[in-house]
């Protein structure tokens, strides 16, 4: 049996090494691939750096780093990562070296390196099943927890969604709602409950929120969203979820949206059907681009005509948060130009594609709508099928 060295020279004739110079000539086209501790990790490491703890690597290397791209690994001195590269070569890495002297030489040497943002142990376990998945893993958390996200309405699409962005660690959810909780509400608006009758709906929904997850700050606005304070509302806002019911706020939000080129995650519901589509300003179509104007007021059912399957906003809300947490971590593919319509009495799902209107009123190269307009106020009633 070989003692440690004699396994260590043996390991070496096996594989590339390079120094950390001709290492760092490599930053831009290979994966680098850190297969220290954490307790090492946390105190610096090669900028994007993929992680990989020595223990772990071969359970997880080949879902966070791909084999036809050049590896480059290193530990703390060149040891670890000299059997680390022994190993990739096995599963079937055809470019991998290891880096001589490891992170210390590098280090020393005044290569760049950056101080990772980190996961606390408590978060750790709370998005343990979002840290599982490689298209999330650490980062993607990391993104969510900076992430935020203005909810317009808690009401039957913002309960749900805020609820479940809530619990994935979106660090700011803000809610604009102007309304107190009523008990006709509470068939389907499940932030709020019955000891919460009479209260404002975002006084109850920060105390849902706020103990489902103390590391959410919820921002309330308990105002009416109009054009004199929408520019201020939305300020900062990385994706807006509309869960309005009514025309003139969806219009008001298009335009300002437009202008600030924040994407909105559009929802609406009306009976048994629901549907869910994303704006992205300037990559697909706004919601002008499918209605230039709303319709007049007298053609609009009344809010309270509106009847609604108590269950419907929690699955279209659900999905809104789904496209949110998505944009919010930039991976999958959107809604943008795709209307998807649900029917709950016959349960299906469909799919409308949605073009960009090259005369549309506010996303065109030639605007004719260039102020906000405050409609008069009146309910949406019937999803607006393009
Ligand atoms: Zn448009």
């Known amino acids: 049996m070989p003692g440690f060295r004699e396994l260590l020279a043996q390991t070496k004739k096996k594989i590339h090494e390079v120094d950390p110079a001709e290492a760092e000539t490599r930053l831009d086209d290979a994966t ?39 590896v480059v690994v290193y530990c703390a001195g060149g040891t670890r990562s000299a059997f680390a590269a022994e190993t990739l070569q096995e599963l079937g890495y055809t470019d991998v070296v290891s880096m001589k002297g490891g992170f210390g030489r590098w280090k020393d040497e005044g290569r760049p390196w950056v101080t990772p943002q980190v996961l606390t142990p408590e978060q750790r376990n709370r998005y343990h099943r979002h840290v599982l998945l490689p298209e999330i893993g650490e980062p993607g958390q990391q993104k969510l927890l900076e992430s935020k996200v203005l909810l317009l309405g808690a009401g039957g699409l913002g309960s749900p969604a805020a609820m479940y962005l809530a619990a994935a660690g979106v660090g700011t959810l803000g809610i604009v709602d102007m309304d107190v909780v009523d008990a006709s509400n509470l068939q389907r608006q499940i932030l709020h409950n019955l000891e919460r009758i009479g209260d404002r709906k975002v006084d109850s929904a920060k105390k849902t929120l706020t103990a489902l997850n103390p590391d959410v700050d919820v921002v309330t606005y308990d105002v009416r969203f109009g054009a004199d304070n929408v520019l201020d509302i939305i300020d900062g806002y990385d994706v807006i979820i509309d869960g309005t019911d009514n025309f003139p706020t969806r219009y008001l939000l298009n335009d300002a949206s437009l202008i600030k080129r924040i994407p909105v995650v559009h929802g609406s519901i009306f009976r048994f059907e629901g549907q869910v589509t994303v704006f992205d300003p300037y990559n697909g179509p706004c919601y002008r681009c499918l209605l230039p104007e709303p319709p007049p007021p007298e053609l609009a059912p009344s809010c309270a005509e509106g009847g609604v399957l108590g269950v419907l906003p929690g699955i279209i809300g659900s999905l809104q948060a789904s496209e949110t947490l ?61």
């Open 32 to 70: 680098f691939v850190d297969v220290r501790e954490l307790d090492e990790y946390e105190q610096g490491t090669v900028p994007d750096s993929v992680f990989i703890p020595r223990g772990h690597l071969e359970s997880q290397v080949e879902n966070k780093v791909s084999k036809d791209k050049p």
């Open 326 to 386: 998505k944009l919010c971590m930039g991976i999958g593919d959107s809604l943008a130009g795709r209307l998807l319509l649900f029917d709950a009495l016959s349960t299906e799902f469909s799919e409308v594609t949605l073009r960009r209107d090259p005369n549309c009123p506010v996303c065109s190269d030639h605007p004719t709508i260039t102020s906000y307009i405050d409609y008069v106020e009146f309910c949406s009633g019937r999803p607006t099928h393009a």
